[in-house]
């Protein structure tokens, strides 16, 4: 039971669905054609052959022919209960196969028609809105009826919209399209008669979504799928040469990216030349610094007597500082007026006495002989080399 349920849901809204897309398909496929020009559209609605089935009260009238001139083949009294005569089936069936489009008009006795006006909020979803208010508007719940709709004034000034409804019993609409499916005859509108676009097929489509996809032509005798077709391919014409230019644009703009990179690239292995020219030059810098250093290193080894050791030994850029321990801390000035890397010596700090070693402790200033330290480095440089 709750299957059965539930597929009767999906084949609701499958009809809904396919009913919203049959007024889409209205709609856009009109406002296509509006561009045509009027002596084209009226070529284009003249071409292709319709099966009319006017229906009034009990009376069936059959009529074929083109969307100018219908001529009626046959007319015969039928009932809902009944059978229908022969020479009224015999020419729906043999003629149903050959029409372009068939078309089920319903007498008015059997349509309730009404204007009803809504908010012009309402536009974009009035098919949801006149099946919730089925009942206000008419004397039946949406659920009785078929039901369909178009817009005929917007009022703009008031934000209104006056909506032409067309409502019918589904038991009337689903006894006559049985009957019409068991001889092979599928509708493809089923309207009110006397409207003037019975023949057109612009009118209000009372067919359930369920049936209105059971008739599919296919574009070569469907005249409006080839007037799309013929709107879309020249879109295509014009939207081609577009795309083209397009993807030239973005092949050179591909090519321009290419140096674009390289250069970079390039610009990045700059940068990194530079950052190793620069460690290199402060190597060589120390590098060059470290005769001259060892050079004093060496000087005041062979200036301080065996009395004096250091136990610091500071150079920071052409200042040295020195401290340690003497027998006779007050001689090292006069020691140091004989050296040729130092100058200016004088006491950090005055000589104090450790008891321990009975020695004088001492910190001495200095400044080196930048000039003399600097011409003196070479030689000194190629000595060590030398040295074994």
């Known amino acids: 039971m709750n299957n059965r349920l539930q597929l009767e849901r999906l084949g609701e809204l499958a009809g809904t669905l396919g009913g919203l897309a049959e007024r889409f398909w209205q709609w856009w496929s009109a406002e296509l054609i509006g561009l045509i020009p ?19 009260d009990e009376q069936c009238r059959i009529g074929y022919g083109n969307f100018n001139q219908i001529e009626t083949v046959a007319s015969a009294q039928v009932n809902d209960g009944g059978e229908w005569p022969s020479f009224v089936t015999e020419p729906l069936m043999a003629r149903a196969p050959k029409a372009d489009k068939v078309v089920l008009l319903l007498p008015p006795a059997k349509v309730l028609r009404k204007v009803v006006s809504l908010p012009s909020a309402t536009e974009a979803g009035l098919d949801n ?21 178009r817009v005929i004034e917007r009022d703009r000034a008031h934000q209104r919209l006056q909506v032409e409804l067309l409502v019918v019993l589904r038991d009337y609409l689903d006894g006559l399209l049985r009957r019409l499916d068991e001889l092979g005859v599928h509708p493809a509108l089923a309207s009110l008669a006397g409207g003037e676009d019975d023949w ?15 008739r599919r032509r296919g574009w070569r005798t469907d005249r409006r799928l080839q007037g799309v077709a013929v709107v879309v391919m020249l879109g295509l014409l014009v939207a081609f040469p577009l795309l083209e230019q397009q993807r030239e644009i973005g092949r050179l703009t591909e090519e321009l990216e290419k140096p674009k990179a390289a250069a970079e690239r390039a610009a990045r292995v700059r940068d990194e030349l530079k950052t190793l020219e620069a460690g290199s030059g402060y190597l060589r810098e120390q590098q060059a610094r470290a005769p001259a250093i060892l050079l004093t290193l060496d000087e005041l080894t062979n200036l301080l007597p065996d009395t004096t050791w250091l136990s610091r030994f500071e150079l920071s850029g052409n200042r040295v500082r020195m401290e340690g321990e003497s027998a006779e801390a007050s001689a090292l000035i006069a020691l140091f007026e004989r050296s040729q890397t130092l100058q200016n010596v004088s006491f950090a700090s005055p000589i104090t006495s450790n008891p321990r070693t009975q020695k004088d402790r001492f910190s001495l200033m200095a400044e080196r002989k930048v000039a003399t330290a600097d011409a003196q480095e070479s030689p000194q440089v190629e000595a060590t080399e030398e040295t074994p």
């Open 200 to 214: 057109s097929g612009n009118g209000i489509n009372l067919l359930p979504g369920s049936h209105k996809r059971e």
């Open 129 to 149: 809105v006149l099946r919730f208010e089925m009942d206000r508007h008419t004397p039946f719940s949406s659920e009785q009826v078929y039901f369909g709709y």
């Open 38 to 56: 009027p002596r084209w559209r009226q070529r284009f609605y003249q071409r292709g052959t319709l099966l009319c089935i006017a229906m009034d």
